[in-house]
């Protein structure tokens, strides 16, 4: 990413960053509710501090989530050579990060097996 610059928008990118503001709309009226209830009164005692604490770290997690795909949606690269020289990369970077996921599920279902 420190290769790229940020660029205006291109093609259909405008109907992808409508979609993105309706979901994280969404996302954020589905917290401030679930924060609503909780102080209301409306949560048990015992589950009300998970409740929050779980409410706080997914809207944080939705805000920052939200904020890299809009920074990252605008960069593109600045040179045509610079273009040539990363291709590829994104397939690699893919298919790491799937061998990887791959890896630690496989170490989490044989834990669960025994």
């Given at each position: 990413?420190?290769?790229?610059?940020?660029?205006?928008?291109?093609?259909?990118?405008?109907?992808?960053?409508?979609?993105?503001?309706?979901?994280?709309?969404?996302?954020?009226?589905?917290?401030?509710?679930?924060?609503?209830?909780?102080?209301?009164?409306r949560v048990d005692?015992?589950?009300?501090?998970?409740?929050?604490?779980?409410?706080?770290?997914?809207?944080?997690?939705?805000?920052?989530?939200?904020?890299?795909?809009?920074?990252?949606?605008r960069l593109r690269?600045?040179?045509?050579?610079?273009?040539?020289?990363?291709?590829?990369?994104?397939?690699?970077?893919?298919?790491?990060?799937?061998?990887?996921?791959?890896?630690?599920?496989?170490?989490?279902?044989?834990?669960?097996?025994r």
């Amino acid at each position: 990413m420190r290769s790229m610059s940020p660029t205006s928008h291109h093609d259909g990118e405008g109907v992808d960053e409508i979609l993105l503001y309706i979901a994280f709309i969404g996302e954020a009226a589905w917290c401030s509710c679930e924060l609503t209830q909780y102080i209301s009164g409306r949560v048990d005692a015992a589950k009300g501090a998970v409740v929050l604490g779980v409410t706080i770290v997914r809207f944080l997690h939705v805000f920052s989530q939200t904020w890299f795909i809009l920074y990252s949606s605008r960069l593109r690269l600045a040179r045509n050579s610079a273009k040539i020289a990363m291709r590829g990369r994104e397939c690699v970077t893919f298919l790491l990060v799937v061998n990887i996921t791959m890896f630690f599920f496989g170490i989490y279902e044989s834990m669960n097996d025994r």
